[in-house]
Every structure is written in structure tokens, then in C-alpha cells.
């Protein structure tokens, strides 16, 4: 099995974009295809990923690193999104970026997030 994964991943290197490969059965097989068939699964997969690590480093009070994950995360997209706002906005208000926390604490209720801490701190901190 790995000898031929190897095999094929090295007939798909040698591909120009796009280029058709004729397999001993005549299916074709181009690299656009194989690249451009990435399941959406895979990228909510990684929104999470993203998303744990930025609560990692907010645990070791690495807040900054932790805003660089969660708007990694915010960039892909996905069903995470309201959380990911607020996770974030805890973040900045943590480091004293208020204006920036209300922003994402807003986003993230605007979303459909529905913790009622967040309500309580744009309450206090935004209005």
C-alpha cells in the first residue's frame, strides 16, 4: 500500500496543472480534480483545530498568539464562527483591547452565540 501511494504521488508531481493522466484502465485523472475535490469536512476540521489551539494558548496566557489561531480560524469559516468570536474577544479584552472585544463579542451574539457572560460584559465594557 505505501509503495503505491508513493507511485502515485509521484506521477501527480510530474503533472502540469491541469494536465490529463491516462491510467492502464483509460480513466483520466487530472490534478486539478484531485486538488479541487478537498471535502468541505476537511476545512471545518481545521477551523477547529485552530480554534484549540488559540484556547491552548489563551490557558498559558499567551493572548496574542491566541488572537493569531482564532482569526485563522474566523478566516475558514464554519459553524464554529460564533464561538470563535467570543473566545477571541476575550482575548483582546485580556490584552486591554476593548473596542476590539465589544467588536467580536457583538459579531459572535450577532452570530447566534447565546452565553449570557457575553451580554453581561458588552453590557459593561461596550455600552
Known amino acids: 500500500m505505501k509503495k503505491r501511494t508513493t507511485v502515485i504521488g ?3 508531481s510530474l503533472l502540469s496543472f491541469g494536465q490529463p493522466l491516462l491510467i ?3 480513466t483520466v485523472l487530472t490534478s486539478a ?3 479541487l475535490s478537498v471535502p468541505e469536512r ?3 476540521e481545521k477551523a477547529d483545530v485552530y480554534l484549540r489551539r488559540g484556547s491552548s494558548k489563551s490557558r498559558r496566557k499567551d493572548y496574542h498568539g491566541a488572537i493569531i489561531e482564532y482569526s485563522k ?3 475558514i469559516g464554519g459553524e464554529l464562527l ?3 468570536y467570543v473566545t477571541r474577544g ?3 479584552k485580556n490584552i486591554g483591547d476593548i473596542g476590539g472585544a465589544c467588536s467580536d463579542f457583538k459579531e459572535g451574539i450577532s452570530l447566534g452565540y447565546s452565553g449570557g457572560f457575553v451580554r453581561h460584559w ?3 465594557l461596550c455600552d
Do not use: S
Open 90 to 92: 476575550i482575548a483582546k
Open 33 to 35: 480534480a484531485v486538488m
Open 42 to 44: 476537511v476545512w471545518a
Open 10 to 12: 509521484t506521477l501527480m
Open 82 to 84: 460564533p464561538e470563535v
Open 24 to 26: 492502464g484502465t483509460g
Open 73 to 75: 480560524a474566523i478566516d
Open 122 to 124: 458588552i453590557r459593561t
